[in-house]
């Protein structure tokens, strides 16, 4: 009997209804380990062979960073406005966890993203992005000047507002308003995006699958350095970020009724009848 994990956002309750019909639902067709509604909970504890998340794209985000090493496949249930991580709407959820159980699902490897950051010649931090790490003003007002290595060698000096770094899924996050490409999701690469740039030239960049970046804030000024839409450490000219696609992924259970550019389709309004000849 398979073993699923339930998540819900506590604080969509749409997210803690759909969560406690799924458990009704699967009682006697799997093993229910909880609904886990906690933000603090170690999601890394369950031993589960699935996980289904209830709630938008910030509440995936918030699970794939709090199941650690494990990362069992993850369904998500969209309830949020975008859905780009987010495969099931709920008038499917039960039909999609039948064929779940019946062995009929897909599953899409994601690349995360390794960072680390230096002070001088010591390490102070490392982890994993599942969309970006950003490197940005917080006066808006005054340009910053960033200077980007790859593999060691020099690339180019950003002048502006930041910089993104950013997976082939946050692709669609953060980069994509900021006009950088979109990614096919299961590609294994790093996005580079300036945010604002001074210079015209500097565009964005799609990076090799085994490339490091290394970005340095060139003096004087003190910028803010992001992960996922979280704060995660003041950043000044005698540090340095050091980011590449990871060796780990996290797994995404695929809607077999949606196709990998339907999400996109139907997001960004690509819609319409087909041209013809």
């Not at 093993?31 to 906690?38: A, H, M, P």
């Not at 003041?234 to 995404?252: E, N, Q, S, T």
């Not at 009724?257 to 013809?276: S, T, V």
Request: aromatic share 6%; hydrophobic share 40%; charged share 25%.
């Amino acid at each position: 009997m398979k073993k699923i994990l339930l998540v819900a956002n506590a604080r969509k309750e749409q997210a803690l209804v759909l969560a406690r019909e799924a458990e009704l639902w699967l009682h006697g067709k799997a093993e229910v380990l909880g609904i886990e509604s906690d933000i603090d909970a170690d999601l890394a504890t369950y031993d589960a062979d699935f996980v289904v998340v209830f709630g938008g794209d910030g509440t995936v985000l918030h699970v794939i960073h709090r199941l650690g090493l494990k990362q069992p496949p993850i369904l998500t249930v969209n309830l949020g406005r975008m859905g780009y991580l987010a495969e099931v709407n709920p008038k499917e959820l039960k039909s999609t966890l039948e064929k779940i159980l019946e062995g009929k699902y897909q599953i899409s490897e994601r690349t995360l993203l390794y960072g680390q950051v230096f002070h001088g010649e010591k390490r102070i931090w490392d982890g994993h992005a599942v969309n970006e790490f950003v490197l940005a003003s917080d006066n808006r007002s005054r340009l910053i000047e960033i200077e980007a290595e790859v593999d060691g060698r020099l690339l180019t000096r950003f002048s502006g507002d930041g910089i993104i770094l950013a997976s082939p899924t946050g692709s669609t996050a953060y980069a994509l308003s900021a006009g950088g490409p979109i990614v096919n999701p299961v590609l294994k690469t790093t996005v580079m995006v300036p945010l604002c740039p001074h210079r015209l030239a500097n565009r964005p960049l799609v990076l090799g699958s085994e490339e490091t970046v290394t970005l340095r804030l060139l003096p004087p000024g003190k910028v803010q350095l992001t992960m996922d839409g979280r704060d995660l450490l003041p950043f000044g000219h005698d540090y340095r970020l050091l980011v590449r696609p990871a060796d780990r992924v996290y797994r995404l259970l695929l809607n077999e009724n949606m196709g990998r550019y339907d999400i996109l389709r139907d997001k960004l309004g690509w819609g319409g009848e087909p041209c013809r000849q």
